[in-house]
């Protein structure tokens, strides 16, 4: 099932349909935040002031729904990994981008989790905003590596799910506030090369 705003990309919404939506949205936002990303979809509809049908016309799984909300966040990752390219030392400039992703993850509960899960399902849409985050760590990743600063047999997605693991750590145990840095402290010394 397609969404209405992805059966016709030069379509515009009809006004009401774009009301409708922006509520959605607005609402899931809250949800996810208040209640994590297992929150009720019945609830988020109620909460919109619309039925359960137009909120799935819209998204059609909770997947799609989630990357709808987190795409504002996913822009500005992409901008600050661009930001960081240009950094005079290019590991510490790949870690601020990996804190900045487990930052983003721990601001919705489940998400780190539902990432990890989205990366088997290749077609959801929570999987396809993986893709330009791959991208951005990757061009981050090839210059850490360029400067000698990370082994050359590092792969962006194993990064990713260091990361991702990171973020469900910091979220199991929010009593700790250093525990993400001391994480990707030991997640980088193992990336090192090798010393002769």
């Not at 760590?137 to 000698?148: K, M, N, P, Y």
Request: with cysteine; charged share 25%.
């Amino acid at each position: 099932m397609a969404t209405e705003a992805a059966q016709d990309p030069v379509r515009p919404m009809r006004a009401d349909a774009r009301r409708n939506y922006d509520r959605l949205l607005a609402e899931a936002r809250s949800a996810f935040t208040e209640h994590g990303t297992d929150a009720s979809l019945e609830d988020i509809a109620r909460r919109a002031g619309v039925g359960i049908g137009t909120l799935y016309r819209h998204f059609p799984n909770r997947f799609a729904l989630m990357g709808a909300v987190f795409q504002g966040e996913l822009d500005a990752l992409l901008a600050r990994s661009r930001e960081l390219l240009d950094a005079d030392q290019p590991c510490a400039a790949l870690i601020d981008w990996l804190r900045a992703v487990i930052d983003h993850a721990g601001t919705y509960r489940g998400l780190a989790r539902a990432l990890m899960g989205a990366a088997q399902d290749k077609a959801s849409a929570l999987a396809r905003c993986r893709v330009p985050m791959r991208e951005a760590g990757s061009a981050l990743l090839a210059r850490a590596q360029r400067a000698g600063s990370v082994r050359d047999d590092v792969d962006i997605a194993d990064l990713l799910q260091l990361t991702n693991a990171i973020a469900l750590a910091v979220e199991a145990t929010p009593d700790d506030p250093d525990l993400a840095d001391r994480l990707l402290g030991l997640t980088f010394t193992g990336l090192r090369p090798a010393q002769d």
